[in-house]
């Protein structure tokens, strides 16, 4: 979840927020909310001012023994900024951590607002809240070791509870990218959006480690995906294509976007391939309440301990404010995003789009009305003629009309003549193909995404289907 900047909408800067979160004695300090003010596309930035107070909840009676949704699989959770899994994908982290399950979790970017990076910076403080945070879900003493994870030739920023192995949070550091993925003058208007869109060419952290082109950044996930274990993956929304701003509204938050998408890319390249699962972001309140009073009061109570060390609007800071509408509904929520199947005679692609309140899968199309050619594309499934296709001999002809969908410089459908351009293969991993190459959509995030031939390798969602 990103943070604005020192100064905008009237809200105490970090500056302050440090010096207030400084002045309460102890672990007083812990008890207060931070001002981490948002920027959502289509909502105003909402009016931070402190958090319910959780009293009396101790950390052992945090959903005491419930059973974590999935099992036990060792669980890699994958998100933007420092807080997206507190928000976003609890309870389940609070299950898992309950239960003595492997929860690793990787943060993209230093969820920085624009700010430096220093020895007591907003980015350091934010961190430090996580490791209070995840130490009370574990029901154990705050207490970390710093042990940085080596992978693939680079060390990641890392820290191990003690006496809980299983319980790892790894750090890029990358910068802040901003709602709309424009990024801040002071890192250089980088943001994952502009690097999955090739804008730049790399990204380098705030802390001034070495930088990550987009494959540089795909291949250290999957090996950390690999070091650790994993056998799934939990991260944000990789079919919302919004980028702070609507419809749908709430628009989500351009990190959000993105690093679903990255930490999904990894995944597709583990062994064996997982799939990742994603949680809504911004848009939870265009979704029902779905968690009981228990399991808000212990979300609250957990977000709470973090935002203590992130900072408050004001010192001092109170113990017990109102919370705005929309973070309640947020910490009354959690929801992941649900893929259907295909239908019978669709080619549903792996590149969805997120409408408001759930996924609109996308199915390949022929467009036009001739019955003997006409180019394809992918369009929103609608159970229409034109998008029905049949497997027959080696071909794929659409159902209407048996045109033969042919591969070229575009894919399009025309009169069935036997050529090597209207042979298709498939495999177990959902790839369709003609010859050497793939039928691939780009990712509705690219810049002018398009249906063509392209690569077979490396794995990616551009290339997987479903039929």
């Known amino acids: 979840m990103g943070s604005r900047p020192q100064g905008s909408g009237g809200s105490a800067g970090p500056g302050a927020i440090a010096a207030s979160v400084r002045r309460a004695p102890g672990n007083r300090r812990r008890t207060a909310l931070a001002a981490l003010a948002l920027v959502v596309g289509g909502i105003p930035p909402l009016p931070y001012t402190g958090a319910v107070q959780a009293r009396g909840v101790q950390p052992t009676a945090i959903l005491r023994g419930a059973e974590p949704e999935g099992g036990c699989r060792r669980t890699l959770i994958g998100v933007a900024h420092q807080d997206d899994d507190l928000l976003f994908i609890n309870p389940e982290i609070q299950r898992l951590v309950r239960a003595r399950c492997f929860a690793g979790t ?20 934010r961190e430090q809240g996580l490791r209070a945070a995840y130490a009370r879900m574990a029901g154990v003493p705050d207490r970390w070791m710093r042990v940085d994870l080596p992978v693939r030739g680079r060390t990641l920023v890392s820290y191990v509870l003690a006496g809980r192995p299983d319980v790892r ?22 943001s994952l959006l502009k690097l999955f869109r ?34 799934r993956v939990l991260t944000l929304d990789f079919d919302s294509a919004t980028f702070g701003v609507g419809p749908p509204n709430p628009a989500d938050h351009s990190d959000h976007e993105m690093a679903g998408r990255y930490f999904r890319r990894a995944a597709f390249r583990t062994t064996p391939r997982l799939d990742a699962t994603p949680y809504v972001g911004y ?102 003629p034109a998008q029905q296709w049949v497997f027959l001999d080696g071909a794929v002809r659409s159902a209407p009309t048996g045109a033969c969908l042919t591969a070229g410089a575009t894919v399009t459908v025309s009169p069935c003549d036997g050529s090597g351009r209207q042979i298709w293969w498939s495999d177990a991993d959902g790839r369709i193909g003609s010859g050497t190459l793939c039928l691939h959509q780009d990712d509705l995030a690219a810049l002018g995404p398009r249906l063509g031939m392209r690569a077979c390798s490396p794995y990616r969602p551009e290339v997987r289907w479903r039929w």
Not at 169 to 189: C, E, I, M, N, W
Not at 203 to 228: C, H, K, N, Q
Request: with cysteine; charged share 25%.
């Open 198 to 231: 090739g804008l730049i060419p790399a990204m380098g952290p705030v802390d001034g480690s070495a930088s990550f082109t987009g494959e540089e950044l795909v291949s250290v996930l999957a090996g950390v995906i690999a070091e650790r274990k994993a056998e």
């Open 169 to 190: 949070l790894v750090f890029l550091r990358l910068p802040d990218g901003f709602p709309k993925g424009t990024g801040s003058p002071r890192h250089a208007q980088q």
């Open 106 to 125: 990787v943060y993209l970017t230093a969820g920085d607002a624009g700010l430096s990076f220093t020895a007591d910076s907003y980015v350091r403080r």
């Open 283 to 384: 848009g939870l309140p265009l979704l029902p309440g779905n968690l009981t009073p228990e399991q808000r009061r212990d979300k609250l109570a957990v977000y709470d301990v973090y935002a203590g060390y992130a900072g408050c609007t004001a010192g001092p800071c109170p113990p017990r404010v109102t919370l705005s509408q929309t973070f309640r509904q947020w910490t009354e929520r959690e929801h992941r995003r649900l893929h259907r199947g295909p239908r019978p005679g669709e080619i549903l692609s792996a590149i969805s789009r997120t409408g408001a309140r759930a996924v609109v899968e996308r199915c390949l199309a022929r467009s036009g009305r001739r019955a003997a050619a006409g180019s394809v594309m992918t369009a929103d499934c609608d159970d229409g």
